[in-house]
């Protein structure tokens, strides 16, 4: 059974740094990804890796935010600097069940399988 679970999130203020942490149990694949999802708005991609350490941003983070992980800890960091307000959301890891759907993780482009509860992140002003 897959399971993912986020933390790091917290209240910040513009300008601040935050690390998100996504440990991984049950899930083979090496591809996962960051998304979020503010209120009102739809939920949108953040970042994502996949097996050979290609990464991928919004363009609305490059730059700012930073993607790793730990192999033998299952974890999946992103790294938040520089935060602003309109990075206020939940955020969420998750994965996809086979490896052929990686692509479209990477891309933010596909029906992803696997999901956090979620952490949240409150940017002030």
């Known amino acids: 059974q897959v399971q993912l679970v986020e933390s790091g999130g917290g209240s910040v203020q513009a300008g601040g740094s935050l690390r998100l942490s996504c440990v991984a149990s049950?899930?083979?694949?090496?591809?996962m990804g960051w998304f979020r999802q503010a209120p009102g708005k739809e939920r949108e991609g953040v970042a994502a890796i996949d097996s050979d350490g290609y990464t991928n941003y919004a363009d609305s983070v490059k730059g700012r935010f930073t993607l790793s992980q730990d192999n033998a800890k299952n974890t999946l960091y992103l790294q938040m600097d520089s935060l602003k307000t309109e990075d206020t959301a939940m955020y969420y890891c998750a994965g996809v069940r086979s490896i052929h759907y990686c692509s479209g993780l990477i891309r933010f482009d596909t029906t992803l399988d696997y999901w956090g509860q979620g952490t949240q992140v409150t940017v002030s002003s």
């Open positions: 049950g899930y083979t694949q090496r591809c």
